[in-house]
């Protein structure tokens, strides 16, 4: 495991719960977990807390995402039109906090710029074939 159980801090427990971590670091939580009573523990009086409805600053924020940019935000940040300082933000919230709902997001918008791109080219070459089938057409059309 790359972090020991002991560095699982509370805001990581917390982020777990809501799958707001990367990837990688929600599978060796989990695995830690599994492996220590005491975490598990924890775990489970997190819940509870959340269960009675008590819930802080920070977790209001991880849970409804209040630091995530939109998704016109990161359509622009792919068109690298996004003034220095907010493409700057959105990098480290990308690539920093590994935010896997902007980063599905991201990845979603260039499969979607991809597929958007392959359409035109697709249609450039539909036009220039008829184009050129019916060039014969044109020339022939004067001599009559």
């Known amino acids: 495991m ?3 159980k002991a560095e699982i801090r509370l805001e990581e427990l917390e982020a777990f719960l809501d799958e707001a971590l990367p990837s990688p670091r929600m599978r060796e939580i989990e695995e830690a977990v599994r492996q220590d ?3 598990a523990e924890q775990l489970r ?4 807390r959340r269960d009675s409805g008590v ?3 920070a977790e209001v924020w991880r849970r409804h995402r ?7 935000t990161l359509g622009a940040y792919l068109l ?25 997001n991201l ?24 184009f050129r089938s019916s060039l014969h057409h044109l020339t022939h059309s004067g001599d009559v």
């Open 37 to 39: 009573r005491n975490l």
């Open 55 to 57: 819930v802080s600053i």
């Open 80 to 104: 690298d039109t996004l003034p220095m300082e907010e493409a700057r933000f959105v990098r480290i919230h990308l690539e920093r906090v590994g935010c896997r709902y902007c980063l599905a």
């Open 107 to 130: 990845a979603d918008l260039q499969s979607r710029m991809e597929a958007t791109q392959q359409e035109k080219e697709a249609a450039q070459r539909r036009c220039q074939r008829y």
């Open 45 to 48: 009086l997190i819940i509870q």
């Open 2 to 4: 790359g972090r020991e």
């Open 66 to 72: 209040l630091s995530c940019p939109t998704r016109e």
